[in-house]
């Protein structure tokens, strides 16, 4: 077996330091010597490229809040020579450009900083300055910040968009947990503002009630404290009632009577389901007032509502019209 295996090892020895293998390391050499020097010429030209340039903004004293943030990212086109371009993209965790705020505070209660590209290619170049990189482009090229120094106000949330329920369902409400957010922003927007509104949110053929966390609509300069909010559609359905409602004689002078048949009259009508059992037969007004039976030339009048309760829709009378008689009431009954 011993044997066997050092046949096997000089066979591959052999095959190794045969002349076909030394032909093929050769030409393997040559070929990486060649891909090399074609690199090192190739990295020497110069070639345009994007680089992304962490930014940062520092030095923001306790009681300032940043309403609305710089960009975390600057990117900038530049040209220089292969080489560097490579040694700037191997630095993978790269020290961030500082934007020093005090260096910008100018003491106001709140307001917003500006640095246009001009600036902006001043602060670039100053980072790039171990490079021989000429700046192309800067994306965005201006950058800014708002802030607000001092307590915040509190505004109540407001739902933005469309809530619609299916045609046998009804919208009961809409509610937010929190009710209100404390809302920091320069005096001069603050003073527009009434509610803090929600993104737009569109729920259409609801069926049933629907819970879900909606951010709250972002404005330059406007920072929300909580900025999502949880949002409650409560839905309700509709479902039908009968109720028997007496009907009544309006404005009728003090020694007349209306005598109806039948005395009452029953109405069925499509009522909210929050509202089912606190609607009864003293919800409704069902009359006719004697003017109106003066003027009547026929031996029946109409019944009609004189007043509706709010969540019923819908309403259906029956009998829809009635035989009526007008009674005059003796002097001692109108005593008594």
Known sequence: MEKKRRDYWSEIRGIALGHRSREIMLFLFFLGVSFGFWLLQTLNETFEAEINIPLALTNVPDNIVITTQ???????????????????????????????????????????????????????????????????????????????????????????????????????????????????????????????????????????????????????????????????????????????????????????????????????FRVESSKYQSITSESFVLGVTYEELLENTHSKFRLYLKSLPEGVSNVRISPSEVDYLIEHIATEEVTQ
């Open 70 to 268: 710089p960009p975390s990212v600057l990117v900038a086109s530049v040209r220089d020579k292969g080489t560097s371009l490579m040694r700037f993209h191997r630095q993978r965790d790269r020290k961030p450009i500082e934007l020093d705020f005090r260096k910008r505070d100018d003491g106001a209660q709140s307001g917003r900083v500006l640095l246009t590209y001009q600036d902006l290619s001043r602060i670039v170049q100053d980072y790039l300055n171990e490079s021989t990189a000429h700046l192309l482009t800067l994306t965005p090229d201006t950058v800014e910040y708002y802030f607000c120094r001092g307590l915040p106000v509190k505004l109540a949330v407001r739902q933005c968009g469309e809530v619609t329920t299916a045609q046998q369902n009804y919208l009961q409400g809409v509610s937010f947990s929190p009710d209100s957010v404390n809302v920091y922003a320069p005096v001069s927007v603050l003073d527009t503002m009434r509610y803090a509104y929600t993104k737009s949110v569109e729920l259409n053929s609801l069926t049933e009630n629907v819970t879900c966390n909606v951010d709250l609509k972002s404005m330059k300069g406007v920072k929300y404290e909580p900025e999502v909010v949880e949002m409650t559609v409560l839905v309700g359905y509709y479902t039908e009632k009968t109720v028997e409602v007496p009907i009544r004689g309006i404005n009728f002078p003090g020694d007349k009577g209306l005598r109806t048949f039948p005395s009452k009259a029953r109405l069925t």
